[in-house]
């Protein structure tokens, strides 16, 4: 378990990768500032961003025309920065790690979360936090996996995969400063399609980041019906009997 003495609980930073347009969500504006609730998603998850365990500073990756993030509530806390993101997810880390790395040692260690996963729970965060040095969340799959090939105009199965390891990555993803800086530019001058996540450059990188098992409620808003979801998650844990719930 972590402790107060935890080097790790009390001294890192948080990278938020904003930037993104929600194409899968199809609205009329990115999903980070859709509703939910009464506050914009992307309020919901800087909310408890701030109040994990001792985190030091939050860089937040916006996109280059992105007018609204300043109009937030939590956009005057003074831990929280911001940066311009880029094209794809990585380019937008890849920018916070920049400008974090002029202001921090390269030791620091720094968990990326998505903004468009609100609702991870913090005992999850305790979690990763007293893992290895490189780790991340990770939901094992819990469906029968399969492997699928095109023939003519379908997918049709190849195989059945053993389900007992496959994981499904979420965020936050952790690593020290320098190392996450530079196995991502690293991957992105080398194979810029294989890098989704942070976990994916350090692997080409030949480390084998732990996997901290976490749960459902940690995924990702991407299509409309995340959005419904979300709000009866909040909702659900907003009702003074469920306060104390881990769901
Ligand atoms: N160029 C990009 C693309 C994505 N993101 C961020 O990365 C996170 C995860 O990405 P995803 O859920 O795929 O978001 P979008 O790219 O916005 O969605 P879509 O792929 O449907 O367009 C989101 O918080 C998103 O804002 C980012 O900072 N910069
Ligand atoms: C980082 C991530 O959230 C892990 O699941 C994911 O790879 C990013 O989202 P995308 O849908 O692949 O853009």
């Known amino acids: 378990m972590t402790s107060a003495n935890n080097p790790v609980e009390n001294n890192y930073w948080v990278i938020v990768p904003a930037a ?8 009329d504006k990115p999903k980070q500032y859709l509703p939910l609730n009464g506050k914009s998603l992307i309020a919901h998850t800087l909310e408890n961003v701030r109040q994990w365990p001792g985190v030091k ?9 992105d ?20 094209a794809e997810r990585a380019d937008s880390v890849l920018a916070a790690l920049n400008y974090l790395s002029e202001r921090q040692p390269a030791q620091t260690p720094v968990l ?22 490189i780790a991340l969340l990770a939901q094992p799959a819990s469906d029968t996996v399969k492997q699928s090939r095109e023939c003519e105009d379908k997918s049709i199965v ?6 007992a390891q496959i994981w499904l ?20 001058q080398e194979n810029p399609a294989a890098i989704t996540d942070e976990a994916s450059a350090l692997e080409l990188a030949g480390h ?15 299509h409309p019906a995340d959005l ?20």
């Open 67 to 86: 007018t609204e993030f300043k109009t937030l509530h939590c956009a005057q806390d003074p831990r929280i920065h911001t940066v311009t993101g880029g």
């Open 228 to 247: 419904i979801l979300a709000e009866a998650l909040i909702n659900y844990r907003a009702s003074e009997s469920n306060s104390g719930s881990k769901l």
């Open 20 to 27: 993104g347009s929600g194409k899968r969500m199809g609205a």
């Open 57 to 65: 500073g939050v860089v937040v990756a916006i996109a280059v025309d």
């Open 208 to 222: 084998s980041p732990e996997l901290v098992a976490a749960c459902r409620s940690n995924f990702k808003v991407t």
């Open 158 to 163: 190849q195989q059945t995969l053993p389900r």
């Open 112 to 133: 990326v979360h998505d903004a468009a996963r609100p609702l991870v729970n913090t005992d999850d965060i305790q979690k990763l936090l007293a893992a290895s040095p």
């Open 169 to 188: 990555a979420q965020t936050p993803q952790k690593a020290p400063l320098g190392l996450l800086r530079e196995v991502l530019q690293k991957g992105l």
